[in-house]
């Protein structure tokens, strides 16, 4: 009865591990396939990118982008397959170890059956009883009978229940091993992927350098453009801020505590959206469906030409043409900006927050709307010459720049 409750426990414990495991591979399973959605992503931009000679710069961001994100594929395969090989060696281990008990209980029980046979052909159980000195005796007997008969039924369906347990297991190792192998060729095939991808990257920084000069003149040129565009808005929401404030004052009909300059006067409301939006720091949505990062926020040195810092005041999101940008929070469209190119910036207020989406074709809201997360604010301008879809995306608190980064969902 010990040993039968015993390979009961060892069975509810070998099954309780599972979920703990089940969970991290989870995790990883999840990772790897969102990489390869972002591969898929990065293969798409860059075909378009890839059309026009012209464009050999967006090119290798985003070839760079692409290396980058293979190589963090390979590396959550490695994390999966040591943890799918650890979770192997322990189950073989284990399968040794129920297979031993197996082999135990078999043992015992082929010994019971034995005893109990020799004792059939002295006796019967008949005689047994009979034998007894009184009632009580031979009551006990029969009790001791119909247990013993109990306790080899017992015997039998542990031996059925732990010959399940080592069949599953073995079935879960075979799995396993699959999973396995399946995950080394895919680190491989990633490997090969690298290999062709690094020669592509040599072959466009090649081109570039032989044209550097060009490219140098055409990316001091787009840096110009950019610092006005962001001096432009930088202005553009100090003066808001002021008509904002002055309409606050005449609402409010009494003199609102000190503020500091360029800082919006809140109201009850306003600030209840604000608490609201500093509790969703980094699990806003992104500004657009499909997108990714070819240029990250603040100060850093051009990757391929030297000589040149960029200071981004954003994130630059490459995405496909068609897509459109959209709003990351509850808020009112405070202004649109139109550029000396036609194209447009939109600008949306979240209390003393301010989300901008630079570089759309066209708008599809106005002045003073409220939009709701989510909402689209208009189509996301794509480069005719260099095929180019392209969404510069700024956050401010009043007039202070902040890493959009850290405010929006990891992908």
Do not use: C
Not at 135 to 152: D, G, I, V
Not at 215 to 221: A, G
Not at 322 to 332: C, L
């Amino acid at each position: 009865m010990v040993k039968f409750k015993f390979y009961i426990f060892a069975l509810l414990l070998f099954l309780s591990v599972l979920p703990a495991f089940g969970q991290t591979k989870k995790a990883l399973e999840i990772e790897r396939k969102k990489l390869k959605k972002e591969i898929t992503q990065v293969n798409a931009l860059l075909s378009q990118t890839k059309k026009n000679q012209k464009n050999a710069l967006e090119s290798l961001e985003v070839l760079n982008q692409k290396i980058k994100t293979r190589l963090k594929l390979i590396k959550t395969i490695n994390l999966e397959a040591n943890l799918l090989a650890k979770d192997i060696q322990q189950n073989q281990q284990k399968l040794t170890k129920l297979n031993n008990e197996l082999t135990a209980l078999k043992a015992d029980y082929a010994a019971m059956i034995y005893k109990s046979y020799k004792s059939k052909s002295q006796q019967s159980r008949l005689l047994f009883l009979l034998s007894s000195k009184n009632f009580y005796q031979a009551y006990k007997r029969l009790e001791y009978m119909k247990q013993y008969t109990s306790f080899r039924k017992r015997q039998g369906e542990a031996i059925v229940i732990q010959t399940a347990t080592v069949e599953k297991l073995k079935d879960s190792l075979l799995l396993k091993k699959k999973a396995k192998d399946t995950l080394i060729l895919g680190e491989l095939a990633q490997k090969k992927q690298i290999e062709f991808d690094k020669k592509n990257q040599e072959k466009l920084i090649s081109a570039i350098k032989k044209k550097e000069s060009r490219y140098k003149r055409q990316l001091q040129q787009k840096i110009r453009a950019e610092k006005k565009i962001a001096q432009k808005i930088d202005k553009i929401i100090k003066e808001e801020i002021a008509k904002a404030n002055r309409l606050a004052r005449a609402k409010l009909k009494v003199k609102p505590k000190k503020t500091t300059k360029n800082e919006f006067i809140l109201s009850p409301e306003a600030k209840a959206l604000v608490a609201k939006f500093e509790l969703n720091k980094g699990k806003l949505p992104w500004p657009v469906k499909e997108g990714l990062v070819t240029r990250k926020f603040g100060v850093q040195k051009h990757p391929t030409i030297g000589g040149i810092t960029l200071n981004s005041t954003g994130l630059h999101i490459n995405t496909k043409a068609g897509m459109y940008a959209e709003s990351i929070f509850n808020g009112e469209v405070l202004t649109i900006q139109r550029t000396a190119e036609g194209r447009k910036n939109v600008l949306i207020r979240h209390g003393n927050y301010i989300s901008t989406y630079n570089n759309l074709e066209n708008t599809l809201v106005n002045v003073g709307d409220t939009v709701k997360t989510g909402q689209k604010l208009g189509k996301i301008f794509t480069d005719k010459v260099t095929g180019e879809t392209k969404l510069i995306f700024v956050l401010f608190k009043n007039t202070v720049r902040l890493n959009p980064s850290s405010w929006i969902l990891k992908r």
